[in-house]
C-alpha cells in the first residue's frame, strides 16, 4: 500500500522535474523530456498500466512511435495533492466537430484513446464523472478551458497545484471518506525499490 505510492511519488518528482526543465529551455526536444522522465519501473510491463501520470503522447504519437499510437490519454487521481489512482472514473471528450468519445480509467488510473479509435479535431473539451467510494453517486467535474492540441492529460496537468500546473487531474478536493482504494492486485503498482 505504502510503497507504490512512494514509487509512484518518485516518479512524479522527475515529472515534476521535466516540468521545470520546460520551463528553463525555450524548446526543449522531445528526447529531452522523454529522458527526464526516467526509465520503466522493473515491477510494471510495457503495457496500459505503466508510467500512471506521465506525459503518455511524448512516447505513444508518431514522432516516438511506441506502439499503439495515442491521440488522447492521461490519468486519473484522487485529489490535487494525493497521487492515488482512480479506477472506473469516466473520461468524455469533445472535438471542436462536436464528436464525442469516453472511455474509462482502468486500475492505476489510466486511460488511453488510440488514433485508431479517434482522430479528434482540436480544441477538445474534457470532462470526467468519477466513482465516489461507498456511493452510486458520480461526481462530474468539467474543464472550464479547451485543450488546444496536446493530447497528454499530464502535458498539464502534472504535480500538486502551483503556478506551472492546475494539478493531477483529480476526483476530489479532499480525500473522501470512506476513501478511494487501490486494488492490491492492479498490474501498475510499481514495487521496485531499487535506487
Ligand atoms: C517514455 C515513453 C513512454 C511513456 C511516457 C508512456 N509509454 Fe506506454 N509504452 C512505451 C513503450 C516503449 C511501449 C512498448 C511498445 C513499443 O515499444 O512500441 C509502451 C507500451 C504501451 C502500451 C501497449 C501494450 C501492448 O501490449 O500493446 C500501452 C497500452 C501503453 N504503453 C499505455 C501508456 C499510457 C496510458 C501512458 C501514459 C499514462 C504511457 N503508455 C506512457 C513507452 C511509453
Ligand atoms: C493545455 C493544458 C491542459 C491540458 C492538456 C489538459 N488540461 Fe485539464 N485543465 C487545465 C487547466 C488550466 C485547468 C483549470 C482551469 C479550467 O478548468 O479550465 C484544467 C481543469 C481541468 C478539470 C477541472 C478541474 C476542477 O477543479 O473542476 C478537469 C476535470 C480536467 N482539466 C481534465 C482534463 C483531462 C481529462 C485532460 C486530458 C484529456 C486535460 N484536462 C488536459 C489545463 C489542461
Keep these: 500500500m505504502r510503497r507504490w505510492f512512494e514509487t ?4 512524479h518528482a522527475l515529472v515534476l522535474l521535466s516540468g521545470l526543465l520546460v520551463g528553463a529551455c525555450q524548446s526543449p526536444t522531445n528526447d529531452d523530456k522523454i529522458d527526464a522522465l526516467g526509465g520503466e519501473c522493473q515491477s510494471v ?22 506502439d499503439p499510437h495515442m491521440s488522447v490519454a492521461g490519468t486519473i487521481f484522487a485529489t490535487p495533492n494525493i497521487p492515488m489512482p482512480v479506477a472506473d472514473a469516466k473520461v468524455t471528450l469533445t472535438d471542436a466537430n462536436g464528436t ?10 489510466n486511460f488511453q484513446i488510440e488514433t485508431a479509435d479517434w482522430r479528434p479535431a482540436f480544441p477538445l473539451h474534457a470532462e470526467i464523472e468519477c466513482p465516489i467510494p461507498g456511493s452510486e453517486d458520480r461526481r462530474r467535474l468539467v474543464m472550464g478551458t479547451r485543450i488546444s492540441r496536446d493530447g497528454s492529460c499530464a502535458g498539464c496537468h502534472f504535480g500538486p497545484p502551483s503556478n506551472k ?7 476530489a478536493a479532499t480525500m473522501p471518506d470512506p476513501p478511494y482504494e487501490v486494488d492490491p492486485n492492479c498490474a501498475g503498482i510499481c514495487t521496485e525499490t531499487s535506487q
Design 100 to 109: 464525442q468519445i469516453s472511455t474509462t480509467t482502468n486500475c492505476i488510473g
Design 8 to 11: 509512484l511519488h518518485r516518479g
Design 165 to 171: 500546473s492546475p494539478g493531477w487531474v483529480y476526483c
Design 45 to 66: 510491463a510495457e503495457s496500459e498500466f505503466h508510467r500512471a501520470g506521465q506525459p503518455c503522447l511524448l512516447c505513444h504519437d508518431t514522432y516516438e512511435g511506441a
